[in-house]
């Protein structure tokens, strides 16, 4: 088992996809501190199961996603910016006490392996979710572009899919726990069109609210 710096967040990081952190905790800044001077540079982001993102306390999930350091700039005001991208997927076995920040030890999880039989199911995902980030940016609250590039690498690309579309944390942790390609593929078709299924029903629920209000069809 290895012993990994670990970073709480409200948020899912995936194998191939960056992050913009903002670190001004000074327990955070210590752990970066300590992080440059290892070669790569690399800390652990795991979803928060209950709690917030500042000032510790929070209850964590277990499976995790390490993220390398790529880019990083200071402020005047102490706090640091950096960028970090995700490069594989851990288990943690045992949370250890934070030393100021979180740790614990962990074991890495086997890479899902492609098949060139789960190309249809590839496209098909990649289509859906296409498809549903089209649809969100007609309401412009969307992070990424429909037209968003991914990996030419089929794994990768699959990481990168999981992490662009518009679904919430807990269905992209289910995502991140996946134990083959296949099940990676079939959750991220369902998932997003069930999302698609839940945002149509309340936007068509919003719609009718506002018909009943211009009509004065409201009941008593």
């Known amino acids: 088992m290895a012993e990994m710096a670990m970073f709480p967040l409200g948020s899912v990081l995936f194998p191939g996809m960056p992050t913009a952190l903002h ?8 752990m970066l501190s300590r992080l440059i001077e ?3 540079p690399e800390f652990a982001i795991v979803l928060i199961e209950r709690g917030t993102e500042a000032g510790g306390g ?16 200071s402020s005047t005001d102490g706090t640091i910016d950096l960028i970090a991208e995700g490069t594989r997927r851990i288990e943690v076995d045992e949370w250890l006490p934070d030393d100021p920040h979180p740790r614990a030890r962990v074991h890495d999880l086997p890479e899902l392996e492609w098949d060139e039989s789960l190309r249809p199911l590839r496209e098909e ?3 859906v979710v296409r ?6 940016s ?10 968003v590039m991914v990996s030419d690498d089929p794994v990768e690309a699959v990481w990168q899919l999981a992490g662009v579309a518009p679904l919430g944390q807990l269905d992209q942790f289910t995502l991140l726990r996946s134990t083959s390609m296949e ?3 079939t959750s991220l078709i369902r998932l997003t069109t069930e999302a698609a299924e839940m945002r149509t029903a309340f936007e068509d ?6 018909l009943d209000e211009l009509t004065g069809d409201d009941e008593d």
């Not at 929070?58 to 700039?73: C, D, G, P, S, Y």
């Not at 007609?138 to 037209?147: C, H, K, R, Y």
């Open 205 to 210: 629920d919003d719609l009718g609210r506002e």
């Open 58 to 73: 929070e209850t964590r999930f277990r499976t995790a996603t390490v993220a390398q350091i790529t880019q990083l700039q």
């Open 183 to 185: 099940q990676l593929l």
């Open 125 to 127: 995902a990649e289509r």
């Open 138 to 147: 007609e309401f412009g609250n969307i992070v990424w572009s429909p037209d």
């Open 23 to 30: 670190l001004f905790e000074e327990r955070y800044l210590i």
């Open 131 to 136: 498809r549903e980030l089209a649809r969100a």
């Open 38 to 40: 290892q070669e790569p």
